[in-house]
């Protein structure tokens, strides 16, 4: 089976939208500020090429909704790893339920993929190599959190992506940005590689 019918047949009976607003009801924390939105097959396919620097070590999605970036990431590279956060337990329990039918449909090892449910300021970074942050939340002290613990954790030449909203501090050097289609219309993506602090 090709990488779009597997992603398709696994993906298009799901409304990541409405277990997220359920997830939310149901989470004990603040979730006003929690975001939801998908990356799609192909936008991450035109992401990773243009990136166009070797793909390699761990690959993190922090705000993993139902995997989709995950299982995008798996059909199209060759990381060493792929691991998702998720803070929400019913994106989380999708989640989980999207790696085992992919398991039964993929011709590849699946050893490799992790999902935590979790709140990603509690993820040990220190072996990341590359992550993704889609826009996980409007709360601009949580991102300024994170960008703080990224600084202090990730290893120099870690690419860090982020949507709509760049990284500040002057370690993370920004090397370009552009444009592609999410699941809530055109955003802009920044890449970032971590320098030395
Ligand atoms: C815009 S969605 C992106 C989903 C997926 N990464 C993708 O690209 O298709 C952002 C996700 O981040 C999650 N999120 C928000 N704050 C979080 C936190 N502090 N820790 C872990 N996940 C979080 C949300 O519940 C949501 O599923």
């Excluded at 975001?35 to 035109?46: H, M, R």
């Excluded at 039964?104 to 992550?131: A, M, P, R, W």
């Excluded at 090397?175 to 602090?197: A, E, M, Q, R």
């Amino acid at each position: 089976m090709n990488k779009e019918v597997i992603f398709d047949q696994i993906f298009t009976k799901l409304n990541g939208y409405s277990i997220s607003d359920e997830a939310k009801t149901n989470h004990k924390g603040s979730v006003e500020d929690i975001l939801y939105g998908e990356v799609s097959l192909d936008t991450l396919k035109q992401i990773l090429n243009d990136v166009n620097k070797p793909l390699k070590g761990i690959f993190y999605d922090l705000g993993s909704g139902t995997g989709k970036a995950i299982i995008a990431a798996h059909l199209l590279n060759n990381f060493q790893k792929y691991v998702g956060v998720e803070l929400l337990k019913g994106l989380y329990d999708e989640s989980l339920e999207v790696l085992n039918e992919y398991k039964k449909l993929s011709e590849q090892n699946c050893d490799n993929i992790v999902f935590e449910n979790d709140d990603f300021l509690n993820t040990d970074l220190h072996d990341g190599g590359f992550i993704l942050i889609n826009h996980p939340t409007v709360d601009r002290n949580i991102f300024k959190k994170l960008e703080q613990k990224m600084k202090k954790e990730l290893k120099t030449n870690t690419i860090i992506i982020t949507t709509i909203r760049q990284l500040e501090d002057k370690c993370f050097q920004e090397l370009w940005s552009k444009k592609y289609k999410f699941s809530w219309g055109d955003s802009t993506i920044y890449v970032h590689k971590k320098n030395p602090v």
